[in-house]
């Protein structure tokens, strides 16, 4: 009887022994996954908090130089870049040669000023301008030689606020692909390249996955004027913003730069959404124009200015991945949502082109009247004494 007892002690004491050993080992795997999971979550924050903001250039005005369709003088008059043809919106009436000459781009003087009511009267519209300013080769800026946009802006003399836009000749189209044009402003079939991309990106206008911007600069030659510039971005959901970016109280060329007060730094604190990945569209940002404010108290008269680009740090609002199925090819859902998009940008851009095409036809080029009498006759009276 005492074996029996000893052995079914033996027994109970492996089995402790054996149950202790055992849950040390589940705690030690347990540990060993909490500090792979913390690992993770801190690779996961760094990569949220570091990893995701982006640098990119929305506009840059040394790269809008007219370089297509010469006038009779023979200087060119659109830039072949961004050269839009607005023909399309042209009724039956016009003519094929009519036609072909219905083309605009955001080549530097064709850019507008536009006065708010306070400012506009007769001589400040007919002198507010936007023109090509050279910049000299011998200059300590790295586009020297090249040239980027320069304003003449006029103020009312009189104590009151005014502001002036500078705006580009047409809205800045986020769907127009990209193809280039030949030497008529024609354009020619996508290359492999060019697929997939859109004709204002990189420097013209256009930056597409744009979640939330981080900091805005713009770069621009300040001449002592007591007033304030505004950068204008409109959205996917033509929402037009304005970014205070400084005062242009300074002489010669600086970065202004915007910080958006409400960027969460840190990801764990962030308001975490997720999204369907498909069929979401792209959001994107696009240059609407600058804003220069004129306060009452400041002096009026004639601002003149000079902007070189405009840049932007942004998160990306989706990241780019290769997944097993291409779900646009498949469904074409977002395709068939840009080219409604697309086809409504053309038609509301074309139609304002095409009032201001006819317009200018309409418009008087004479100068001076037909004599009606002969030069140097006897007979025409002289000039009075």
């Given at each position: 009887m005492k074996k029996i007892v000893d052995k079914i002690a033996f027994l109970i004491d492996t089995l402790t022994i054996t149950?202790?050993?055992?849950?040390?080992?589940?705690?030690?795997?347990?540990l060993r996954m909490k500090r792979t999971l913390v690992l993770t979550a801190a690779a996961v924050l760094l990569a949220g908090t570091f990893g995701f903001a982006k640098e990119s250039t929305l506009i840059d005005f040394t790269l809008l130089d007219a370089d297509i369709l010469e006038n009779e003088d023979g200087v060119p008059q659109e830039n072949s870049r961004t050269v839009m043809d607005y023909s399309v919106a042209a009724g039956a009436t016009f003519t094929g040669d009519q036609k072909s000459l219905m083309k605009t781009s955001l080549a530097l003087p064709n850019w507008e000023v536009v006065l708010n009511s306070s400012a506009?009267?007769?001589?400040?519209?007919?002198?507010?301008?936007?023109?090509?300013?050279?910049?000299?080769?011998?200059?300590?800026?790295?586009?020297?030689?090249?040239n980027v946009l320069g304003v003449r802006i006029v103020f009312p003399t009189w104590n009151n606020n005014a502001n002036a836009k500078i705006v580009p000749p047409f809205e800045i189209q986020a769907y127009e692909v990209w193809a280039d044009a030949d030497a008529n402003g024609d354009r020619q079939e996508q290359t492999d390249e060019q697929k997939g991309k859109y004709l204002f990106e990189d420097g013209y206008g256009l930056i597409r996955n744009v979640g939330t911007i981080k900091s805005i600069a713009c770069t621009t030659m300040g001449m002592n004027f007591p007033h304030q510039l505004y950068v204008l971005l409109k959205d996917q959901d033509n929402v037009e913003r304005r970014y205070l970016m400084g005062n242009?109280?300074?002489?010669?060329?600086?970065?202004?730069?915007?910080?958006?007060?409400?960027?969460?730094?840190?990801?764990?604190?962030?308001?975490?959404?997720?999204?369907?990945?498909?069929?979401?569209?792209?959001?994107?940002?696009?240059f609407a124009g600058f804003q220069i404010t004129r306060d009452a108290s400041d002096i009026g008269d004639n601002y003149i200015g000079y902007f070189k680009d405009v840049k932007v740090?942004?998160?990306?609002?989706?990241?780019?991945?290769?997944?097993?199925?291409?779900d646009e090819?498949?469904?074409?859902?977002?395709?068939?949502?840009?080219?409604?998009?697309?086809?409504?940008?053309?038609?509301k851009f074309g139609d304002k082109q095409v009032n201001r095409y006819i317009e200018k036809q309409k418009m008087a080029t004479e100068e001076t009247f037909t004599a009606s009498l002969n030069e140097g006759s006897d007979s025409n009276a002289g000039a009075a004494q």
């Amino acid at each position: 009887m005492k074996k029996i007892v000893d052995k079914i002690a033996f027994l109970i004491d492996t089995l402790t022994i054996t149950t202790r050993l055992h849950q040390k080992c589940i705690k030690k795997k347990e540990l060993r996954m909490k500090r792979t999971l913390v690992l993770t979550a801190a690779a996961v924050l760094l990569a949220g908090t570091f990893g995701f903001a982006k640098e990119s250039t929305l506009i840059d005005f040394t790269l809008l130089d007219a370089d297509i369709l010469e006038n009779e003088d023979g200087v060119p008059q659109e830039n072949s870049r961004t050269v839009m043809d607005y023909s399309v919106a042209a009724g039956a009436t016009f003519t094929g040669d009519q036609k072909s000459l219905m083309k605009t781009s955001l080549a530097l003087p064709n850019w507008e000023v536009v006065l708010n009511s306070s400012a506009r009267n007769v001589q400040s519209v007919a002198l507010s301008q936007v023109v090509a300013a050279p910049v000299k080769d011998t200059a300590d800026v790295p586009f020297a030689g090249s040239n980027v946009l320069g304003v003449r802006i006029v103020f009312p003399t009189w104590n009151n606020n005014a502001n002036a836009k500078i705006v580009p000749p047409f809205e800045i189209q986020a769907y127009e692909v990209w193809a280039d044009a030949d030497a008529n402003g024609d354009r020619q079939e996508q290359t492999d390249e060019q697929k997939g991309k859109y004709l204002f990106e990189d420097g013209y206008g256009l930056i597409r996955n744009v979640g939330t911007i981080k900091s805005i600069a713009c770069t621009t030659m300040g001449m002592n004027f007591p007033h304030q510039l505004y950068v204008l971005l409109k959205d996917q959901d033509n929402v037009e913003r304005r970014y205070l970016m400084g005062n242009l109280l300074f002489d010669g060329w600086k970065t202004l730069q915007w910080n958006n007060p409400n960027y969460i730094t840190e990801v764990r604190t962030r308001e975490i959404r997720v999204y369907p990945i498909y069929p979401r569209g792209i959001p994107y940002v696009k240059f609407a124009g600058f804003q220069i404010t004129r306060d009452a108290s400041d002096i009026g008269d004639n601002y003149i200015g000079y902007f070189k680009d405009v840049k932007v740090i942004y998160d990306l609002a989706v990241l780019t991945t290769d997944r097993d199925i291409d779900d646009e090819d498949l469904w074409g859902i977002i395709t068939k949502k840009e080219t409604e998009r697309q086809a409504f940008e053309i038609s509301k851009f074309g139609d304002k082109q095409v009032n201001r095409y006819i317009e200018k036809q309409k418009m008087a080029t004479e100068e001076t009247f037909t004599a009606s009498l002969n030069e140097g006759s006897d007979s025409n009276a002289g000039a009075a004494q």
